[in-house]
């Protein structure tokens, strides 16, 4: 089984960074893209950053210009360094992995992370 652990959410000011990183490990052969979504109270789960295998990414309008997604192909480990933070950024941030394919394996699947809770404070 794929398993994705997320860490370094907490609590900060308004005007702070926190850095996220969401390690895969499973037997793992490749994985297409890997991203971070983020989910308020009361709102619907949203895209933040994605990063494919080769490097291209793409941000939500509201992080662009605050928000960076790198990833270690090797490592399978994607990290978002979220800097200038703002209050309605509060939310829990899931980590995702799209199209995985492990060893052994004919499918690709998703997997998803438990999420990390990140608060804002203004």
């Known amino acids: 089984q794929v398993q994705l652990v997320e860490s370094g959410g907490g609590l900060v000011q308004a005007g702070g960074s926190l850095r996220l990183s969401c390690a895969a490990s499973?037997?793992?052969?490749?994985?297409?893209?890997m991203g971070w979504y983020r989910q308020a109270p009361g709102k619907q789960r949203e895209l933040v950053a994605v990063?494919?295998?080769?490097?291209?990414?793409n941000y939500a309008d509201s992080v662009k210009g605050r928000f960076t997604i790198s990833r270690d192909n090797a490592k399978n480990t994607v990290y978002l360094q979220m800097n200038s933070l703002k209050p309605e950024d509060t939310a829990v941030y899931y980590c995702?992995?799209?199209?995985?394919?492990?060893?052994?394996?004919?499918?690709?699947?998703?997997?998803w992370g438990q999420g990390t809770q990140v608060t804002v404070s203004s």
């Open positions: 990063i494919t295998s080769g490097g291209r990414t």
């Open positions: 499973g037997s793992i052969f490749s994985i297409n893209a």
């Open positions: 995702n992995a799209d199209r995985v394919l492990r060893y052994s394996a004919s499918s690709y699947l998703d997997y």
